[in-house]
């Protein structure tokens, strides 16, 4: 049942401050975790491996996660999630500090772990809301991510140096901090009750048949191509700035500074545009950008090249996983909503872990084109299975 309008404009807002600590959180990981781990790792092509044990701590976890989320009520499973960040940046921070680099991995898969349960925000912001709605909740929420690319890079590169002899290690300590700051934010939400599976006489259809319907898969599969894509050219872009091209670390947390901007500045009018021509045609122009950027990333490896690559991904990025999120949110009865969220967070992050365990070795054995190269016929494969999910709807 969707709340009050002041109860949901007030959720809104927490909620967009939630994702706005998260997604630093994300932001520091995704700026220092590679060059952090060229200190210590076994081998070069391995530097990537915390970034994706990250990924895989959350592809991991998503499923129970929203299970969780849907047991204790949404407040308490996202302060909970929000709480196991705290363990996991002090055994990342010490990690750093001992130059052990699988502790330093289990350190991100931890992060990874909670993580998971701040992906459940943009749900808990579409229904808390009428139908009607639910893509500008989902977008004005995910907009709290544009302070995220700004405080995320800058936290990271001004506590580089704070502990003496262990470069980067206080930029891990600095995640406990918010996710400190981010359960008592959440503290202060009143959101919607959930439906518990097995609570309510009516169960709604069985996974086998929803997972059978285009109207459930194929947003599926527009989040997780569009989240797959920007996670495999986001993870190898500061390798490949500092390590491939001689850029400096300051160049690279710039580039990713702005990226993460650019992930989510648009959601200020994502939704609305979702409103005016469709969340399907969004999420194809979110996947067109994709393919600009690496075509960009194929005409130079300047400074400008990549932060323009990862300036048109951010918002490629932003276009497909909204426009997929708006299109899945509308498809699904409340009943169904915690086995339908659950299986799209493992198939999303599930492929968001494998594209980011590829980068690195892609990176390594085949180049920073190469990656590119890749990126554009599975954007334009997954265009035209949204276009033909999008006639067959018509015809319906």
């Known amino acids: ?11 809104i807002g927490l909620l967009s401050a939630v994702q706005a600590l998260g997604g630093s959180s994300s932001s520091i990981i995704m700026s220092v975790a590679a060059l952090a781990a060229v200190n210590f790792a076994p081998d070069r092509s391995a530097v990537t491996l915390p970034v994706t044990a990250m990924i895989v701590g959350l592809a991991l976890t998503t499923s129970t996660a929203t299970m969780v989320i849907y047991r204790l009520g949404r407040t308490r499973g996202l302060m909970l999630g929000a709480a196991i960040g705290i363990p996991a940046s002090i055994v990342a921070t010490l990690a750093v500090i001992l130059g052990q680099f699988y502790l330093f991995a289990a350190g991100l898969f931890l992060v990874g772990m909670s993580g998971a349960f701040m992906q459940q925000v943009r749900f808990a912001a579409a229904d808390s809301v009428a139908p009607e709605f639910k893509s500008q909740a989902i977008s004005w929420v995910m907009f709290g991510g544009v302070a995220a690319g700004f405080l995320g890079p800058q936290l990271s590169a001004l506590s580089i140096g704070w502990i003496p002899g262990a470069e980067y290690a206080a930029s891990f300590m600095v995640i406990g901090v918010i996710s400190l700051l981010s359960v008592l934010v959440l503290a202060g939400t009143r959101l919607a009750p959930t439906h518990a599976p097995g609570a309510t006489e009516d169960k709604g259809r069985p996974l086998s048949v929803l997972l059978r319907q285009p109207e459930i898969v194929l947003p599926m599969l527009g989040a997780a191509l569009s989240y797959a894509l920007m996670t495999l050219i986001m993870v190898a872009a500061p390798l490949a700035m500092v390590h491939l091209c001689g850029h400096s670390p300051t160049d690279a947390a710039g580039a990713i500074q702005w990226h993460v901007v650019a992930m989510f500045a648009p959601s200020f009018v994502t939704g609305a545009i979702i409103k005016r021509i469709g969340a399907s045609l969004v999420t194809a122009i979110g996947l067109l950008l994709i393919i600009a950027c690496a075509v960009i990333a194929l005409n130079g490896i300047t400074v400008a090249h990549f932060t323009i690559t990862l300036i048109l991904l951010g918002v490629g990025w ?13 498809s699904y009865r409340p009943q169904e ?13 599930g492929s968001s872990a494998i594209a980011s365990l590829s980068s690195g070795f892609l990176l390594q054995f085949v180049g920073w084109e190469a990656i590119n190269l890749l990126a554009i016929p599975v954007a334009t494969l997954t265009i035209l299975l949204l276009g033909f999910g999008a006639l067959r709807q018509a015809r319906a």
């Open 1 to 11: 049942m969707p709340d009050s309008r002041s109860q949901s404009i007030r959720n």
């Open 337 to 349: 909503a915690g086995r339908v969220q659950a299986v799209n967070e493992q198939v999303v992050f």
């Open 318 to 330: 932003n276009f497909g996983f909204i426009g997929s999120t708006a299109m899945l949110a509308t």
